[in-house]
């Protein structure tokens, strides 16, 4: 084993950092303002809601450079080595001209307290970059996450349309560095773990994944970091210790999604942005349910492996999946089991995960041909909202008789749950409205739900039931489906 490096590496803006004193459970938010006096972004939430914090982190993927807007207030410094960290400070122009993106701001009158205005520039600047002449859609998609309290947002989208017209960016920071930049990140790679401060001030960075499986058998009961999506919170909120914290953010090898003989595997590392497109081409419905999850700075960084780790019963990932037949890859060591994804959920925030395991992979099978698979999410608003119920439904129907079912449903149990009881009363029985009502018996069979912040029980249970409805109106084309994309024409 190489001695592992004790100290981070990244760029900060044109800077190189070198830190060995960061602290595993250290936001980046917190260090750029407090540590770099570098305030212009800035701090609404602490939660990953607002997007006040949005900055751009670069890293290497397969040889190329790419950019994302992240929440820098959960994003902790243990996930940045190697990575280019761009904050609203680099982006005006060498002879201090405004952005397009800033100067299309200004004209439209995108700002007015201004709190939030670094950090929408930052999402338009990352849009801007990947996309130089936005849709509406694409527009709405990249701004989920930034909360504005003063403009009513019309005015930002004017501003978002119009860049386009400011040209091209010829004099753009990151486009004139962008080979300079991945020059100097490939530089920065020694393959060396990165181990930092002792006891609950110590946090890894594995060079690999075995190296990950080494580190967790030595120290099992060390948190696991992959977006810190989930894990931030714990932190900005609860001020839990993460100590010893291992981030897996990475690990490459971690990132890899694929299919083959009617599989697809999503390495646990997939974050929702990467995983989004190769999904919606093979399982359209879990494409439209990850533009629900957070906004894009929460699918750049979260991921579903993490999604399923976490358990929550909540958590919008876990109920398809169980419903698609789903097997998750248990790794401690050189050892790998594989457990049914529903399986995998015991109790309330307890997992089937032995001290020293972490999640590798997830193996989840396509739909058949003549299949039907749909997922429906309920929340309060479209966008950027935690689950109230989420029904997945899976249904063979041959010769109009339900050949086989399995639906599964998150915030209707402590866990995400398989209702099975329902599952029985439709399988064997002609795909009709009479099975359909006879069937919503069975719901009190399955679930019991809890009023909470998001629902009450009978909401609960009333919205489950109504999702098969939709789910037979839809699969028997007797309506439309319906989806919200712009309110103005809802
Ligand atoms: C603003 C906001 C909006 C959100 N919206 C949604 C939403 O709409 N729907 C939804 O489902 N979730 C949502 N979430 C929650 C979160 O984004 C997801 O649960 C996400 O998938 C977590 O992934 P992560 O990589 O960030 O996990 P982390 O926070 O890094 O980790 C989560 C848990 O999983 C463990 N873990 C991570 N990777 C592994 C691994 N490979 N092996 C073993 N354990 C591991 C960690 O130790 C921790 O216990 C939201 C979060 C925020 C902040
Ligand atoms: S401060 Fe609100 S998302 Fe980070
Ligand atoms: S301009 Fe005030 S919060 Fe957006």
Redesign the pocket.
Known sequence: MIEARRGLRFLLNDEEIALADAAPDETLLDWLRLRRSLRGTKEGCA???CGACTVLVGRLCGGQLVYEGVNAC?RFLGSLDGCHVVTVEHLKGRDGTLHPVQQAMVDFHGSQCGFCTPGFVMSLYGLWMRSPDPSDEEIEKALQGNLCRCTGYEAIIRAARAVSSYGQGGTDALALERDAVASRLKAMRDGRRVEIGEGRQRLVVPASVDDLAAVLEAEPAA???????????WVTKFMREISPAVF?GGLQE?QAISEANGFVTIG??VSYSQARSFLAQRIPALGTLID????DQ?RN???????I??G?P????PPPLIALGATVTLRRGGERRSVPLEDFFIAYGKQD?RPGE??EALHVPLPKDGAHFSVYKVTKRRD????AALGAFHLGIEGGTVSSARIAYGGMAATPKRARAVEAALTGQPWSQETVEAALAAYDEDYQPISDMRASAEYRMLAAKNLLRRFFIETTGTKKPFTVKRYEEA
């Open positions: 939660e990953g809601d959960i948190t696991i970091v992959a977006g810190s999506t989930d894990v931030g919170l897996i971690l646990a590392g629900r999850i957070g906004g929460v960084m979260g991921t579903i492996g993490g999604n780790a976490n929550s909540i958590g919008d990932m995960r972490f999640v950027e909202d935690i689950t």
